[in-house]
């Protein structure tokens, strides 16, 4: 029995072990978390070592009392920082960790994909605009009633929404990656592609694509939260 498969298989057991019962998320949201949680095992080694550090991140902020900020950075803003983003807000709702406040932006704007808003609600969050007819609409997504939704669209890094200091800068496509090679004002800053499910839109592919894509980041953003509470 390799070490790689007890690590998964204590990952798992731990993870089901403190999740909370009652999170505050909606049924369907948490119903999806549960799904999410129980195929932890799926990340790879090489993934988790990366994850970690984002935990640790987190639970740095939380020793020296002040907010952890996560800007999630993709090239247009549309598709793999909004998943993260929303994901990683949703975990640490799940798991009951405050003070993280998440972020997206771009080097470009865009739109946030009506794909990605697609697979979300297929997720179960409630997700809603009143400027559906812009190039750029501002989605107000929710996912439970104590909480409050947060408000996506498209944007790049300097932004006002996004913070400009003391945050770390989770890159989440190579593209990004390379075109940033520094983010003004993080004080962490890690590469974490994911494959962009754009390579699947008009085609009979589309909707598991997206619908795997939102999948993978949810499990590694749970995997995060998670780890944040063995600090």
Aim: hydrophobic share 35%; net charge neutral.
């Amino acid at each position: 029995m390799t070490n790689s498969f007890l690590f998964s298989t204590l990952t798992v057991f731990i993870v089901m072990a403190i999740a909370p019962t009652n999170a505050g998320l909606s049924p369907k949201v948490e119903s999806y978390v549960q799904a999410r949680l129980a195929e932890i095992d799926q990340i790879a080694d090489e993934r988790r070592s990366e994850l970690l550090k984002i935990s640790e991140y987190i639970a740095s902020c939380q020793a020296e009392k002040r907010p952890a900020k996560l800007l999630f950075v993709c090239t247009h803003n549309s598709r793999r920082s909004h998943l993260a983003q929303l994901w990683a807000q949703i975990g640490a709702t799940h798991f009951g960790i405050h003070g993280l406040e998440t972020f997206s932006g771009g080097t470009e704007t865009t739109a946030m994909n009506i794909r990605t808003v697609a697979a979300l609600r297929r997720a179960g969050l409630e997700i809603t605009t009143t400027d559906k007819d812009s190039s750029n609409p501002k989605y107000s997504v929710a996912f439970g009633k104590d909480e409050s939704p947060l408000i996506c669209f498209s944007k790049t890094l300097s932004d006002p929404t996004n913070p400009n200091d003391k945050f770390a800068a989770v890159m989440t496509c190579s593209s990004a990656d390379q075109s940033c090679p520094n983010v003004k004002g993080c004080e962490l800053r890690l590469s974490l592609p994911y494959e962009d499910p754009k390579v699947s839109d008009n085609t009979p592919k589309e909707t598991v694509a997206y619908d795997e894509k939102s999948k993978e980041i949810a499990r590694e953003m749970l995997f995060i939260m998670c780890r944040v509470l063995k600090h």
